[in-house]
Nanobody, 124 residues
Framework: QVQLVESGGGLVQAGASLRLSCVLS????????LGWFRQAPGKDREFVAA????????RYADSVKGRFTISRDNAKNTVYLQMNSLKPEDTAVYYC?????????????????WGQGTQVTVSS
């Protein structure tokens, strides 16, 4: 069974940076495309970024493009989300997710496995 564990969240001021990490265990890491999603209080979970199994292809939500970078280290079974120039509207619980699919990685329904989430709070 695939397990995903996120870390790296916290409380920061606007303009600061954070790096989230997510470790996958239980199955071969390189078999999965990975995504980051977030959910703010009272809102639906939304797509943030995704990366293909090889790392050669990435996709971002318009709201984070140019500020966030997704990457993966297949040797460490870890996917990262580098978040720069954080804004108060980035405040949410951030989830990583894994899928065997290769397309439509911005769609929540494509993902089979989810982590428990890590809180990111950005103060103004």
């Amino acid at each position: 069974q695939v397990q995903l564990v996120e870390s790296g969240g916290g409380l920061v001021q606007a303009g600061a940076s954070l790096r989230l990490s997510c470790v996958l265990s239980g199955r071969p890491f390189s078999s999965y495309a990975l995504g980051w999603f977030r959910q703010a209080p009272g809102k639906d979970r939304e797509f943030v970024a995704a990366i293909s199994w090889s790392g050669s292809s990435t996709r971002y939500a318009d709201s984070v493009k140019g500020r966030f970078t997704i990457s993966r280290d297949n040797a460490k079974n870890t996917v990262y989300l580098q978040m720069n120039s954080l804004k108060p509207e980035d405040t949410a619980v951030y989830y990583c997710a894994a899928t065997i699919y290769i397309d439509y990685l911005h769609i929540i329904g494509q993902y089979d496995y989810w982590g428990q989430g890590t809180q990111v709070t950005v103060s103004s």
